[in-house]
């Protein structure tokens, strides 16, 4: 890197980079909602089963977190983006052709999940790198992409769905992450001066309570951060709102991310790290309440804009809150593997929600369950302590 150096102009242009690769790749993925009644209704499927492709997709974008933060901390983020890329669009593209919904498990789910894996983790740990004084400003602007991309592709994709049906939908977004990922790759470079990982053992880590309470937490509250992609559009739907405005509502939970990611990443440049995560928490779970009792459109849009500041608020802060309790040395890898939970929240979270109703036949006992283990969630973050008290 020569003369590169932390909080320069280069890495703002690596900040774009993440900005556009995470609008592509969660747009899409959360774009999901607008595809689930029309994929349901064409294979006779039930709610469980649709929702699996989802979940699948989820679970292995953060099992291969690790895997692609470990490549990434290596031989930089370049190549493993551009892998990202291609597995994207040939998982998108391959959707397009199947005759049954289970093999979506395979194309969408192992494509796109690997293409979301192979941009997120090498791209927004890498940007931690490229920053000491304005990190937590850096992430949260890289980020945001992700709440910008929730708020503008699924009511782009439920316009095109109504347009073209939803294969050709998928064949359309399949074209576009290939181009806009390929960007992204060559833009990504490794950060300045990063130190050498070959005798970074990550075991200890993974074994202190910090760890350990991180782990359990994050697997508790990705399931309400799953539940609202996969069940708002069409629970909104079936109480009588149209295609678009149901989808809709899932871009003013990226509005209001978007938001959330921004202003307090900011907000954890000044105030209690630590503290401020475990708020985001708290009112995520509490939100929950708010769709519990909704029963107006209005209600629906308040619950969507307060799930989603909270959202995207601790989505923000969970790679600020890594590097502080763990330092940014092999943090790749370290928030790689912090994501499996998530990746077991969102593999059991939605196909269990869409097993409970469609059983009782109603989204309430679903709507409940997913803010109580959120609000537990919260509570297991109040173990946190300082990084010094482990020395």
Aim: hydrophobic residues 50%.
């Amino acid at each position: 890197m020569g003369s590169v150096s932390h909080d320069s102009l280069r890495g703002w242009r690596i900040v774009a980079s993440s900005f556009l690769a995470t609008f592509t790749v969660f747009g899409i993925v959360y774009s999901f909602g607008a595809f689930f009644r029309p994929m349901a209704t064409e294979f006779g499927a039930s709610r469980e089963t649709t929702s699996a492709i989802f979940a699948i997709t989820a679970f292995i974008y953060f099992m291969l977190g690790p895997l692609t933060g470990h490549l990434s901390d290596r031989l930089g983020p370049r190549p493993i983006v551009a892998f990202g890329a291609l597995a994207m669009a040939a998982g998108l593209i391959a959707t397009t052709f199947i005759a049954r919904l289970q093999m979506a498990y395979l194309t969408y789910g192992l494509g796109v999940g690997a293409g979301v894996a192979c941009c997120y983790v090498p791209l927004v740990s890498g940007v931690s790198g490229w920053f000491t004084r304005r990190r937590n400003t850096a992430l949260g602007i890289a980020v945001s992409g992700i709440g910008a991309g929730t708020l503008a592709i699924p009511p782009l994709s439920a316009e095109l769905i109504g347009r073209w049906g939803w294969r050709d939908a998928d064949l359309g977004l399949g074209v576009a992450a290939a181009v806009l990922l390929m960007i992204c790759a060559a833009l990504a470079e490794r950060p300045p001066h990063q130190p050498a990982i070959a005798s970074f053992h990550i075991g200890p880590q993974l074994r202190t309570p910090n760890f350990v309470m991180l782990y359990l937490a994050g697997m508790l509250w990705t399931i309400a951060t799953a539940v609202p992609f996969v069940f708002l559009t069409p629970y909104a739907e079936g109480h009588g709102i149209g295609r678009v405005s149901a989808a809709a509502l899932v871009s003013l939970i990226g509005l209001a991310s978007t938001v959330g990611r921004l202003g307090l990443g900011t907000l954890g440049d000044r105030i209690g790290l630590i503290h401020l995560y475990r708020l985001c928490i708290l009112s995520l779970g509490l939100s929950f309440s708010i769709w519990f009792v909704a029963d107006s459109y209005l209600m629906l849009a308040i619950f969507a804009l307060v799930m989603g500041a909270s959202y995207g608020g601790a989505v923000t802060l969970t790679p600020a809150v890594m590097a502080e309790l763990f330092g940014t040395r092999g943090l790749g890898v370290m928030l790689g593997t912090l994501y499996t939970s998530s990746a077991i929240g969102t593999l059991l979270g939605p196909p269990l929600c869409g097993a409970i109703v469609d059983r009782t036949g109603s989204y309430s006992t679903a709507i409940a369950l997913t803010g109580g283990v959120t609000i537990v969630g919260c509570l297991l973050l109040t173990r946190l302590r300082p990084a010094s008290s482990y020395a």
